[in-house]
């Protein structure tokens, strides 16, 4: 069955520490893809980034990382020199593709709540 | 380029009431994406419409339901509100396809009473 499990409920670091927030999915799919959303205080989710199944290159944007590795079904996202700016609800998701077609729906884990303190 | 728009952004019922919420995807989107996000329960998917028919629901009763309008559009209704349906209801939209990132609206946060 599909899931996505982001074991860390909440982290809290001081500025300027970099900080990894885990994602590990389950999919019995071939072709799926993976998505980092950020959802501030004022609620709306932000897209950060996409990740497809057959693309295993790291990728980074700035202060921002993503670490994806199919072995182990994890897609891990780095923050460097975190800012206050970062505090927020990241919420790992997987969409799945070839099985049955798509459902549509993106499968999301609970979210991490990270607080960064000045 | 205009995001999704959702409103009302606060609507408060009362238990067995009716809710409409409403939702204007990004330009050029034929898929609209509705989820809850309720306290302790994460984000769950609701309802997927593209080119204005109903593809997927999720694991909610009958009493949410909505449509796709030829604009693709679309509207949430919620009837015979219970107090569990408290939360923050969230629309996406995207292109066709399971590859395609799905960009969400600021909410509604439906309270009952």
């Known amino acids: 069955a599909q899931k996505v499990t982001q074991a860390q409920t909440e982290i809290s670091v001081v500025e300027k520490e970099d900080v990894t927030l885990d994602c590990v999915y389950e999919t019995r799919d071939t072709t799926y893809y993976l998505f980092w959303y950020k959802q501030p205080p004022s609620g709306e989710l932000v897209f950060l980034i996409r990740?497809?199944?057959?693309?295993?290159q790291n990728e980074i944007s700035g202060r921002y990382s993503w670490n994806f590795q199919k072995s182990t079904s994890s897609f891990n996202f780095t923050i460097t020199a975190s800012q206050v700016v970062d505090s927020a609800v990241y919420f790992c998701a997987l969409s799945e593709g070839n099985y049955g077609g798509s459902q549509g729906n993106l499968i999301f884990g609970k979210g991490t709540k990270l607080s960064v303190k000045p | 380029e205009a995001g999704v728009t959702q409103s009302p952004t606060h609507l408060i019922k009362t238990r067995g009431q009716q809710a409409t919420l409403r939702c204007s995807p990004i330009?050029?989107?034929?898929?609209v994406y509705w989820y809850q996000q309720a306290l302790g329960l994460g984000l769950q998917f609701l309802l997927w419409?593209?080119?204005?028919?109903?593809?997927n629901r999720g694991n909610f009763p009958p009493r949410f339901s909505g449509r796709q309008f030829p604009n693709y559009s679309s509207e949430l209704n919620v009837n015979a509100l219970e107090l569990e349906d408290s939360a923050l209801y969230l629309c996406?939209?995207?292109?066709?396809?399971?590859?395609?990132?799905?960009?969400f609206g600021d909410g509604t946060r439906l309270s009952i009473l």
């Open positions: 996406a939209s995207s292109f066709r396809g399971s590859n395609q990132p799905q960009h």
């Open positions: 330009s050029g989107h034929t898929s």
């Open positions: 419409y593209d080119e204005g028919e109903e593809r």
């Open positions: 990740r497809n199944s057959f693309d295993e």
